[in-house]
Every structure is written in C-alpha cells, then in structure tokens.
C-alpha cells in the first residue's frame, strides 16, 4: 500500500460548499491556521458567494465542484461541506484527481459507499478523513477528562442529547432531503451523538429506535430516539430532536460511585454564526454558571468545562499532512457510525 503523500506548508484548501459547513464549520479554522491557504471556495449561491468574496478575498470563488476539481493542480487538499447525499461522489473525484480529502459528517449514506471511498484513498495512498467535530466540543472534552480519571467509576448509563425548539424547517436542502440521500436528523446530529457515545465506550453489539418525522410533510425524521448496548456493558440513550418544547440535559452519566450532568450545548457554533473567530480571546470557553456538576445527590461539585476546540482538527490534519502523524479521526470509525445509523433505519423501516 503507498505511504501518504506528506506536502509542505502552507497547505493548500480548497472547500466546496459555503452553507452552514463550509461558511461555519471549515473556512474560519483553515484560515485561522497559518499552515494552511485557502485557495478556492466554491458555491454557486450569489448571496454566499459575495460573502465568500467579503471574509475571505484571497480566495477564489467558484460555481461548482467541477470548476475547483479542474483546478485541482494547485490544491492539496479538498473538503467537502456539500449536501450528505454528494459526500461520496464528491469524495471519489478528489481522490481520483490525486489530493488528500476532508469529508464532513455524514461520511456516506451507506456502509458500502463508506467502504469504497476508503478502500480508493487506502489504493491510492491519499489522505483521508472525516470532520466530527464534536469531539472537540467543550463538555465532551470535559466527560472524556473524568472517564480517563475514574471519577464517576464504572459507567453504566450515558444520555446524551442534541434537542431545542424549532418547529419550522429552515429553507435548506435539509428541508426535502430524504433518509436516501442522507437527510434526517439521524443522519445529521445523530452522526455526532453515536460517534461520541462509541468513542466514549466502544463497539455496539445492540440497537434500539425510535424513528419519527413530526413537522407535516417532513421529509424524514426530525425526532429520534437511538438506545445502544455496548460490548463494554454500557448502555447510551441518544435523543435528538428539533422539536422538544423542553428540552434535557446534554449529558447526564452515571457511574458505579458518581454521576455527571451537565445543560446546554457547546457554545462554538453559535459564537462562529454570531461572527466570532476561532483566534479571538475567550473562543470556545464555557461561562461558569453553564459547568456540569459532578457527585451524588447531596454531595455535588461543579466541573469547570474544559476550552473548546474545533481548531484542534485542523490542527491534527497539518499534523497529518505535513509530519505523517495519524489523521484526526480515521475514516473507519466514521464508518462505524455509518454501520449503526443504517441498522437503525432498517429497523425502523
């Protein structure tokens, strides 16, 4: 099998799809990051086009994923920040034209298309891998730091959920996209609830479901409920729904000798829509009256929420990229969560 191709600073990106993913989630951390370009933005929206244009002028922008594929002599690496059911198109083509490949979450729509973009990069020896950038969300940083430490002793129920209320779709491709094309709920912020629950606690070897669309003439679901069993003997209940008039808390874990709950989600998505940089003071840090809380009933202490950082990924890639380090999420265990995500739709079915 080739080595990875190892290429020199600055790293050179390009980033199809400037939504919500490209706009939010990528094109601030790549250019916040001095060892990386970003070179090409491509969206063929001309209201994000002209923001592309104002935050990042340096940058070239594009109509479509051809125009920067044909381009792709000056890249070194492409991410892919389009619409799920594209991912794995998206992915073949910049493994075939020869540059490392970021794919953002879901990875594919079904285990076998995960297989096949990784088998690609594994023939061609290119870089690849998967943006689950909730591993580096402040609380989950934070629960992971007290596992590794023993603090709530053996776990044996983790809840976990992404829930607020928003009863109407936003005009997006997520309003019509269909369980087929990698739309739903599931698909979305259930890739990173399962994701975190098997890094947290390993292998599932069971599932249950509850699959359910509530907004009239949704177009999947919008409401689930996903339990695992895992080899390790933890049980993980997984909610996540745009409709819960109230909602829970994000974690709440429980342990042979403690437990842990903590409220709210990580706030580094909604300072970066608000206009925040990832270099600004005070990024991804957690006021104290949001910290978890640590104990028994009678005997609870709060837990300061570790700093956020999705910059961390990007950070991990140049690793990756310019010093052969191992990528920041390897792209079978993406497809792990592919794996479990298509069990519970065939269940559910």
Known sequence: MPEPTVVTA????????FGTSGRIFHAP?????????LDLIVTANPERRMQA???????????????????????DLVVIGSPSGTHVDLAHAALDAGVAVVVDKPFSVTPEQGRGVIEKAERLGLL???????????????????LADGALGTVRRFESRFE??????????????????????????????IDQAMLLFGPVDDVYAEVLTRRTGGAADDDTFVALHHGSGVHSHLWMNGMAAQVGPRFHVLGS????????????????????????????????????????DGDLARVPTERGSYASFYAGLADAMLRGAPVPVKPRDALHVIDVIERVHRLAG
């Open 10 to 17: 600055p790293i050179r990106t390009g980033i199809i799809g």
């Open 29 to 37: 951390f790549v250019s916040a990051n001095p060892e990386y370009s």
């Open 128 to 146: 690849l891998t998967v943006f689950q950038n909730r591993r580096w969300d402040g609380d989950f940083l934070t629960l992971r730091s007290l």
């Open 257 to 296: 000798t403690a437990g842990y709950t903590k409220w709210g989600l990580d706030g580094q998505e909604v300072a970066l829509k608000a206009g925040a940089l990832p270099t600004d003071d005070g990024f991804g840090l957690d006021a104290e009256a949001t910290w978890g809380v640590l104990g028994r």
């Open 164 to 193: 607020w209320w928003k009863p109407e779709q936003a005009k997006s491709w997520k309003a019509t996209a269909t369980a087929a094309e990698g739309g739903g709920v599931l698909y979305d912020l259930g890739a990173h609830l």
């Open 53 to 75: 244009i104002h935050l990042y002028p340096d940058a070239e922008v594009l109509a479509t994923a051809d125009d920067l594929l044909n381009r792709v002599d000056d890249l």
